[in-house]
């Protein structure tokens, strides 16, 4: 890491830890097209952790035995770009934090493939599954069932899941974009298969590289789905399970082809991570509604206005308590959000002069040196 990048960020993340909600504003570091939140606490050894929607990218101090960056990619980002596009960007992002040695390594994949089917996800039984792992579970929510995990934990482990209730939960609606071109309709179910796979399970097989990765994801599918793991149709008369025959549902997940040109990339995925409309108008309707109940209004223009009065008065009381005026205590809040959700730079040119100092600083150091003071 470039030592004038280190100096801001030692800043930035003490911004990120202060009681002071303008300083904690200025806990940002733009990068390319991204506006990156400066969290105030790092992870594990890595100090600083700098995120937005795309990437969650974790550094590490100069001269420590870590690579100079871990990085996760959110799946939503990958799905839009493509793999190889990522990785392309992140490099040119790095880039500008410091110098790169090495090849870039992958720690962590996770393949997944998205489906419907008629057949009911818990029609059979835990032995059904033979697999080399030795937890099997089973998951269900208010009397639905929702899932099974096997191996989880380990070096590699596989997810079965619904997909959409797994959507309602999250609110991660994106994904539907790639379903409706592969001709989903909004009702249908639609159940994930994923298998992750683990560092150690990657260079044990020398699949370090994103282009060996690439290179290699139907040899791990089909080891994931014949050898690792399979769903069977259990015979009582044989107890050898391994002679089981395949279920025919894992018969055709298992023929997935992971060379296919027939992958649809989304059409956007912003850096932000602003809520959804939906969501905000269902707070304020929700807040609207409890306070025309409370005082039994029925005009709902009488209503915001009372409600707005009301939220003006409470907050500028609060805003005049602080030293501010209710719009410098509104613009403190939103300056906050906008870091929040990565929409605007508060301190524009921070990171910048940051650097600068950092290299007066030492240069002024020098002049003092060589003078002999």
């Known amino acids: 890491m470039h030592p004038s990048v280190l100096a801001a960020l030692v800043k930035l993340k003490a911004c990120a830890q202060s009681e002071h909600p303008e300083e904690q504003a200025q806990a940002q570091y733009p990068l390319g097209t991204h506006i990156f939140e400066v969290k105030d606490r790092g992870a ?4 600083f952790v700098l995120v937005d929607n ?5 550094l590490s101090k100069p001269g420590k035995k870590l ?44 393949l997944a493939a998205d489906f419907s089917t008629p057949v009911v996800m818990d029609s059979w039984h835990r032995c059904a599954w033979v697999t080399r792992a030795t937890e099997i579970h089973s998951y269900a929510k208010d009397q639905k069932f929702t899932g099974w995990t096997i191996g989880m934990g380990g070096v590699m482990g596989c997810r079965l899941y619904d997909k959409v209730q ?38 044990d097989r020398k699949l370090t590289s994103l282009e060996s990765v690439l290179a290699n994801l139907n040899g791990l599918w089909s080891y994931a789905t014949t050898e690792w793991l399979r769903l069977t149709v259990p015979n009582e008369l044989d107890g050898t399970r391994s002679r089981w025959p395949t279920h025919a549902l894992w018969i055709a997940l298992a023929s997935v082809d992971w060379e296919s040109t027939d992958a649809v990339l989304l059409d956007k995925c912003s850096t ?37 009065t009301r939220l003006y008065e409470h907050y500028s009381t609060v805003a005049i308590k602080q030293g501010l005026s209710f719009d410098e205590y509104l613009a403190r809040r939103i300056a906050l959000k906008g870091r929040e959700f990565n929409t605007a730079i508060n301190a524009p040119g921070l990171v910048d002069n940051l650097k600068q100092d950092f290299e007066d600083e030492g240069a002024d150091a020098y002049r003092r040196a060589s003078k002999g003071e």
């Open 67 to 110: 690579p100079m960056a871990y990085v996760q990619v959110s799946a939503e980002y990958l799905a839009h770009r493509g793999p190889v596009a990522v990785e392309s960007e992140l490099q040119a992002l790095l880039s500008e934090l410091g110098v790169l040695s090495g090849p870039n390594r992958v720690s962590r994949i996770d």
């Open 272 to 308: 932000t991570r602003n809520p959804t409309e939906l969501r905000l108008i269902t707070v304020v309707l929700g807040s609207l509604v409890s306070f025309m109940a409370m005082h039994r209004i029925v005009d709902r223009n009488e209503a915001i206005d009372q409600l707005l």
């Open 44 to 47: 594990g050894r890595f100090p």
């Open 54 to 58: 795309t990437y969650r990218i974790q």
């Open 166 to 203: 797994e959507i309602v939960n999250t609110g991660k609606a994106w994904v539907m974009n790639q379903w409706i071109p592969m001709g989903w309709k909004p009702g249908e179910s639609v159940w994930r298969l994923e298998f992750e796979f683990k560092r150690d399970f990657l260079k």
